[in-house]
């Protein structure tokens, strides 16, 4: 009599290329990734721009790569610029999480350093299921993986914040330097700062409008009508309903309170 072995279905090896410049990072994604995935085989390494380049050029296209955002020799972006990228792509990055939520998307993931097993699965599975519904692709149009790296570049690059403010003052225009600024408030349907030298100015934005021009480590908006510096906070209270009352320098004719909603973040950016 003859017995017909079980047909065992053969696993498919989902082909890793590493892009990051840390040996012992190498190292600890290696050994992360053949704890959550049996199938992932790494097959390249490269630490630079320069050698994800060639390796990428020299080699068959890979199911996904992890790539670090700062190489040694810059950001992993510029390898976009110079190769087209056609494997899936999950970023790993000390970047703080909430600058990259907008690209947790299903073409590119990202992880955040120290990458915790739990979320290399998360991110293998999503790939897995993208791969089940595009079938044989292991990505999407590289098209839109383009965009998306343009985009993180600007979320990524240092932010221009504003310089000076240009005022009226005794029927003629001067500019005032930011940091010679103490904080900036509203008053009845007009929006106002006051220097460090206690001199008053009419400024023609909103108080919306200069979240978006003050340097969030030097300002705070306290409430939706006051933005403080540092520099001109005197004191703080207790006050009630939870919230906090500063006295300001120089000294502003209204209670400058930190509303409640803003009371820890206030906490944490006075802390920095």
């Known amino acids: 009599m003859k017995y017909l072995a079980a047909y065992t279905p053969k696993t498919k090896i989902m082909k890793v290329l590493i892009i990051e410049d840390e040996e012992l990072a190498v190292k600890k994604l290696r050994k992360t990734l053949e704890s959550v995935d049996s199938s992932a085989e790494v097959v390249g390494v490269a630490d630079s721009i320069r050698s994800s380049v060639n390796w990428l050029e020299q080699n068959p296209t890979p199911d996904l790569i992890l790539m670090d955002i700062e190489l040694a020799d810059g950001q992993s972006f510029e390898i976009f610029d110079k190769i087209e990228i056609k494997s899936t792509v999950i970023f790993t990055t000390s970047y703080d999480e909430y600058a990259l939520k907008a690209f947790k998307v ?96 009419v400024v023609d934005y909103t108080m919306d409008e200069l979240e978006e021009m003050l340097d969030a480590d030097r300002y705070f908006r306290i409430s939706r009508s006051f933005y403080v510096s540092i520099a001109s906070i005197d004191q703080i209270h207790d006050y009630f309903g939870n919230r906090l009352l500063l006295n300001l320098k120089p000294i502003v004719d209204k209670e400058s309170i930190v509303s409640r909603e803003k009371v820890a973040d206030f906490k944490k950016w006075m802390g920095k």
């Open 106 to 201: 299903n073409s590119v993931d990202y992880l955040l350093k120290p990458i915790q097993k739990e979320d290399l699965q998360a991110a293998l599975n999503k790939l897995k299921n993208l791969q089940s519904m595009y079938g044989k692709a292991s990505s999407v149009d590289p098209l839109n993986v383009d965009s998306l790296v343009k985009e993180l570049k600007q979320k990524l690059q240092p932010k221009e914040f504003r310089k000076r403010f240009l005022v009226k003052h005794a029927q003629k225009l001067i500019s005032i330097e930011v940091q010679d600024i103490a904080y900036f408030y509203s008053d009845g349907r007009l929006n106002f700062f006051k220097t460090n030298d206690n001199k008053k100015y």
